[in-house]
């Protein structure tokens, strides 16, 4: 089975400062998915980015980028430029590409992100 | 369109009760996953539907809980002679590709 570890459970940085949440994963699948998503207080998941693991290249969504590592099984985001309304929790999933069913995201405990003004 | 919907959003309930959670995604998404996520949790997977039929119900804690999707659209989680450690907000999703979930708001079901 597959595990997500995100060791951080609470970062804090300053209002346009740079921060980066980490994210390690096991799995002994070649290709898979990954992603970041934002659960602000309204509960609501919101997805942040997402990564192909064939791919090499690294995804960038605006302010938002990963570092995907994938021999080290690790998929850091980092947030430039942090505003007030990127404060909430961050939770990293993993979802396998075998098919047969095998959807369903797997989510580490997440790391509450504040923003200090 | 409309985003995934849930009700209710709160739903307090006796142990022992019988209750149900209703999850509307969005519509043409074929695809419909429940989670369950507990305080300081990250959401764990309960069950996946693609179209009307459950592909996957391997997160399914045991019997007390079911979920249908009669129709290929709603779906509904139905939890049996509730427990407290039932308390938890149990979060829908829904996709048109299997790879990008769009969330609901949750319900949050407390059992006293």
């Known amino acids: 089975a597959q595990t997500v570890t995100q060791s951080q459970p609470e970062m804090s940085v300053q209002e346009a400062e740079t921060v980066t949440l980490s994210c390690t994963y096991d799995t002994s699948e070649s290709d898979y998915y990954l992603f970041w998503y934002k659960q602000p207080p309204s509960r609501q998941m919101i997805l942040v980015i997402r990564q192909e693991a064939y791919k090499q290249q690294n995804a960038t969504e605006n302010r938002f980028s990963v570092n995907f590592q994938k021999a080290a099984k690790s998929f850091s985001l980092k947030i430039s430029d942090s505003q007030l309304g990127d404060a909430a929790m961050y939770f990293c999933?993993?979802?396998?590409?075998?098919?047969?069913?095998?959807?369903?995201?797997?989510f580490g405990k997440g790391t509450h992100l504040i923003i200090q003004p | 369109g409309a985003g995934v919907s849930q009700t209710p959003s709160n739903k307090v309930t006796e142990k022992g009760k019988y209750v149900e959670l209703r999850c509307d995604p969005i519509s043409g998404h074929t695809a419909l996953y429940w989670y369950r996520q507990s305080l300081g949790q990250g959401p764990e997977f309960l069950i996946y539907f693609q179209g009307t039929g459950a592909a996957d119900d391997s997160g399914l804690p045991n019997d007390r809980f079911f979920a249908v999707r009669p129709e290929g659209s709603v779906s509904t989680l139905k939890i049996q002679r509730t427990e407290r450690g039932d308390s938890a907000v149990y979060l829908c999703?829904?996709?048109?590709?299997?790879?990008?979930?769009?969330f609901g708001p949750g319900t949050r079901l407390t059992v006293l």
């Open positions: 999933a993993y979802r396998s590409a075998l098919g047969g069913g095998a959807d369903g995201l797997t």
């Open positions: 999703a829904s996709s048109s590709d299997r790879i990008e979930q769009f």
